[in-house]
């Protein structure tokens, strides 16, 4: 079935650093997700992204982070500065009508 | 608010025998709730398993099946005869209808063993 790819899998970050998640979604969908795990809670949903622009975002969304998709490319997720908190795995998720949603392997972030 | 909780695991169960997960769900924002169950098997990412986006509606993959009771608030996932390659782990999602934003409310998720 379609894949979504997230680079790297994991990635070791001091406090205060910037980071950023890439995500190569389903080429021809249209909205783009990011979710967040840690570990022995839920995935929670962070932000949907279509046409451009955020729709939507949780309480979890700071204002350090922020999301893109520069020219129809990877669908990032900056986090900057990072915390401790921000430790966790993030998946990525595409959809071409919204409904039904694929997801990525996740990208492991650890914050020391 | 949103919320969706499921049997806490791990569920062992031993091959041929019959399933059920449960899984319930809170949709206080959400007009029109869709309802889904995501599988994760070991080493790979996680993938739909099955939704039902109609009340009252029954969905079906794999030999697994759950029926959207919108009485009971409930989604509850099902299988007669279990098998070995089903060990994963399980997660109930409530989703908000086609066109909108799309977010989907996990549960915690449910891990099943099933023992040769």
């Known amino acids: 079935g379609p894949k979504v790819l997230q680079i790297p899998s994991h990635q070791i970050i001091d406090m205060g650093q910037m980071v950023t998640l890439n995500c190569d979604p389903v080429?021809?969908?249209?909205?783009f997700y990011w979710y967040k795990q840690i570990l022995g809670q839920q995935m929670e949903f962070l932000v949907n992204f279509y046409n451009g622009k955020v729709m939507e975002k949780s309480k979890l969304f700071k204002d350090q982070f922020s999301v893109e998709r520069p020219d129809g490319s990877y669908f990032t997720l900056k986090i900057q500065p990072t915390a401790l908190e921000d430790s966790a795995v993030y998946f990525c998720?595409?959809?071409?009508?919204?409904?039904?949603?694929?997801f990525g392997p996740g990208t492991r972030l650890t914050v020391l | 608010g949103d919320s969706v909780t499921q049997t806490e695991g791990p569920v062992t169960v031993s091959e041929s025998e019959s399933l059920i997960i449960n899984c319930t769900y809170s949709?206080?924002?959400?007009?029109?709730?869709?309802l889904f169950w995501y599988v994760r098997y070991p080493g790979e990412g996680l993938q739909l398993l099955l939704k039902v986006i109609t009340a009252g509606q029954k969905g079906s993959s794999r030999g697994f099946e759950a029926t959207y009771n919108k009485e009971t608030t409930s989604f509850h996932l099902q299988k007669a005869s279990v098998q070995e390659s089903d060990s994963a782990v399980y997660y109930c999602?409530?989703?908000?209808?086609?066109?909108?934003?799309?977010?989907?409310?996990f549960g915690l998720g449910t891990t099943l063993q099933v023992q040769p």
């Open positions: 998720a595409s959809s071409l009508k919204g409904l039904e949603q694929y």
């Open positions: 080429s021809n969908h249209l909205y």
């Open positions: 999602a409530l989703g908000d209808r086609e066109g909108n934003t799309g977010k989907l409310i």
């Open positions: 949709a206080t924002s959400i007009a029109y709730p869709n």
